[in-house]
Nanobody, 116 residues
Framework: QVQLVESGGGSVQPGGSLTLSCVAS????????LSWYRQAPGRERELVAS????????TYSDSVKNRFTIFRDNPKRTVYLQMTSLKPEDTAVYFC?????????WGRGTQVTVSS
């Protein structure tokens, strides 16, 4: 069974930075499309960023463009989300998602709180 485990969340002041990590169990990681989603209280889960299996193509939501960077390390089976210039509205639980051969796998999430 594929497992995804996120880490790196925490509390940070506005303007600060955090880097999230998501480590996958042993599966065909390099072939998966990887994404980060987030869900704030009372809101639907939303896509933050995605990266293609080759790592050459990335997409970002408008709200995080030019502040967040998604990247992957296939040998380590890890995908990262580097977050800079954090704002209070970035507060949410952040989830990692992997899509492979029409199957979707989710992690349990890590909390990010941006507050002064």
């Amino acid at each position: 069974q594929v497992q995804l485990v996120e880490s790196g969340g925490g509390s940070v002041q506005p303007g600060g930075s955090l880097t999230l990590s998501c480590v996958a169990s042993d599966f065909y990681f390099s072939g998966a499309v990887l994404s980060w989603y987030r869900q704030a209280p009372g809101r639907e889960r939303e896509l933050v960023a995605s990266i293609a299996s080759t790592g050459g193509s990335t997409t970002y939501s408008d709200s995080v463009k030019n502040r967040f960077t998604i990247f992957r390390d296939n040998p380590k089976r890890t995908v990262y989300l580097q977050m800079t210039s954090l704002k209070p509205e970035d507060t949410a639980v952040y989830f990692c998602k992997a899509e492979l051969f029409l199957r979707v796998y989710w992690g349990r999430g890590t909390q990010v709180t941006v507050s002064s």
